[in-house]
C-alpha cells in the first residue's frame, strides 16, 4: 500500500538526492510545495526550466552565463593575460563581490578526486591548456584548500610549468576544507595578494 498519493512518492523521488536533501527533506519539501498558491509552484517550475534552457558555459571560462561570453570575459578593460582558476562559479562570485580582482577566470566545474572518481578529464582542463596557447602572463589557482582542492593544484601545477608560465596559489589563510563561497572578502583578498609562486 502506498503511503502517500503515487504524485507525491514521485515527487519525492525527484526531490532526493538533490544536494543536501535526504529522504526526510525531500518529504518535508515535497508537502510544503503541494500547499504552496498555484502560481507560485508554476513561477517555480518555470523558473527551474527556463534557466535550464537559458544558460550555458561562457565559450571562454566555462562559467555560466546567459551571453555566449560572459560579461567578464566581455569586459576589455580587464586583465586577460591573468587568469584564475576555481573549482566553481560560486567562487567566482565570491571573488568578483571582493571588486578588487582585474584578471578574468576559469571554472574547473569540479575538482580531482580519486575518491570520488572525478578525473582530470572529468573537469575543464584541457580547455583551460587550450587557452593559455594564447597570451598568458599568470595562472592563479584557486581552488579550495581541501584534499581534492590540493590535488588539483598540484596537477595543473605541473601541467604549467613545462610551458613557462607563471603559476601561482592563493595562500593558505582560507581555512582548511573551507568553501571559497563561505569565506569572507578580506580573507579572499589576502588569500590573493599573498599567493606564492609554485
Ligand atoms: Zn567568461
Do not use: W
Amino acid at each position: 500500500m502506498e503511503l502517500y498519493s503515487g504524485h507525491i512518492n514521485k515527487l519525492i523521488e525527484e526531490l532526493t538526492g538533490l544536494p543536501g536533501i535526504g529522504s526526510k527533506s525531500a518529504q518535508r519539501l515535497a508537502f510544503h510545495l503541494i500547499n504552496m498558491p498555484q502560481a507560485k509552484v508554476e513561477r517555480l517550475a518555470h523558473a527551474i526550466v527556463d534557466a535550464k534552457e537559458n544558460v550555458r558555459y561562457c565559450q571562454e571560462c566555462y562559467t555560466l552565463t546567459d551571453q555566449d561570453i560572459c560579461p567578464v570575459c566581455a569586459n576589455v578593460n580587464r586583465d586577460h593575460g591573468t587568469i584564475m582558476v576555481v573549482e566553481n562559479a560560486r567562487d567566482l562570485a565570491a571573488y568578483e563581490k571582493t571588486g578588487k580582482y582585474g584578471g578574468v577566470y576559469h571554472v574547473l566545474h569540479g575538482a580531482i578526486s580519486p575518491m570520488l572518481g572525478i578525473g582530470p578529464n572529468d573537469i575543464k582542463l584541457k580547455e583551460l591548456m587550450h587557452r593559455l596557447e594564447g597570451d598568458v602572463g599568470e595562472v592563479i589557482i584557486a581552488t579550495n584548500s581541501s584534499l581534492e582542492g590540493e590535488t588539483t593544484a598540484m596537477y595543473i601545477s605541473k601541467l604549467i610549468k613545462p610551458t613557462g608560465i607563471k603559476v601561482t596559489r592563493i595562500a593558505s589563510g582560507v581555512p582548511v576544507g573551507g568553501d571559497l563561497e563561505y569565506i569572507d572578502e578580506v580573507t579572499l583578498l589576502r588569500a590573493l595578494e599573498g599567493r606564492v609562486e609554485l
